[in-house]
């Protein structure tokens, strides 16, 4: 006996809207419920340096409980001057503007240099390389716009509760901030 | 056998004691008068630039002969007419001073007062941070400019014949009006047909000045150097090194300021390493007016978290080859004669 095969009835246009209507309140709980728990999770607070209060000691490279810091360089590009004569760059008298070591401020070299047009370069931060001494920030602030500051890195951060940093910043420079927001980036120049 | 405690008579106990503060005393001067990198508190990263901060005396060619306090607050530029008098841009005002620093004329304007220039015919032009006020020689206001745009930062006016030249840092262009305020030019955009490298200007600091030689100089802080050009714009010469050391220029934007002595050496004024020094007028570095270690206040005001800007000198020179030098930290002038 054949039988006569059975076609699916098209879905009905009140159906589509009542099904559609489902799913985007199903998505939209779930997404709730999403932010509501990475806020839960989130809802603690981290160490930061306030870049305002820094005082570029270097203490931040030796006193970190990790054999490398979790505190860096990070750079404000928004703020740089793009220098071809970048004082955090640059040991004080260079013998030439030249990346050769003996030219470098920083005894890692961790910043890179990098032309983008005549007469101006990029730097960036090589973050393995960086130990957060904040020599390099000592030479931005003191000639130029200061967009090279200290940060936590809190992928690096084993986040004690007593930072053994802070305890001996003298510049009172470390404070507690929302993990939901856990760096103090400098928008503006000094 | 021996008593198990021992005695001491009040003399000894006093030998005892007194023995005890003086070893102490010296163990404490010892630790005082250690260098610091013994004491395992110093900073092994620390940026050191003392001895940048020390002029070789042998290179100091100028002595101080006068010294008086700006009359207004915050000095931003100094000017010296054809009749060698002062002209500082301080706070709102303008005052106009005798060589000896007293008060001869104030002019108000209407905001914080950038740069001045004076003509010979005793006509004053002064700027405020977007427009040029024009006053007679009694400070009578005679027009008031329109501003050459949105961006405008006035830092630097120089006049000769029927031009007014001013330096635009907002823009990073130099300005040619004649005396009526019309504008008659454009200078110093980057133009790679015209070999004009284009001015770098990090900080409100261009300064342009009109030459004996009839070409207008101009600092270009950035590229840490002083640039030549004509009336008309051509590109005529730089000269200048990029350097912290004695005969360069330092950090992101230096000279801010120049000046002309009468036999067409340059005086230039820096900010970070505060400093005054004299170049010849092709460039050789020849003396320092004055040394960073002159001006400490000014100095620190880059190290410590202030705002860099405010740190620096500005200069003047006048007929007789005297150097007048504004600190914008302590708000003083000096008056640098050349040693005999």
Redesign the interface.
Known sequence: MVTKPQIETPVSRRQFLRNGARLAALTGLGALAGVMSNRARADGWVWQIDP??CL????C??NCVLEQSAVKCVHAFAVC?Y?????GFFA???NQ?TTGAENQ?C?TAALQRTYVE??YYQYTIDENLCIG???CV??C??????SLFLQIRHDRCVHCNECAIARTCPGDAFRRVPARQPYLLKTT?? | MRPEFELYDRREFFGVVSKTAAILGLSTGAAKTAPASDSGTANPFAYDLRRLEKTDPALVAYQEVGRWRSPRKEPKRIAVGPDDRIYLCAGNYVTVMSREGQTVLEIALPDTAYCVTAAKDGAIFAATRDHIEVFNATGQRRATWDSPGRKSWLTSLATGGNDVFAADSGNRIILRYDRSGRLMGRLGEKNAERNIPGFIVPSPYLQVEIHRDGLLRVNNPGRHEVEAYTLDGDFEGAWGKASAAIDGFCGCCNPIAIAALPDGRIVTGEKGLPRVKVYSAAGEFESVVAGVEGFPENAKACSDLNDCTRGGLDVAVDSQGRVYIVDFVTAEVRVMKRKS
């Open positions: 305002a209060k570029h000691c270097g203490n490279a030796s001057g220098c071809q004569l970048c004082t004080p008298d260079p503007l401020l005894p005549d007469p001494c904040a020599r000592e030479g602030n003191r000639f130029g716009n200061g120049a000094r």
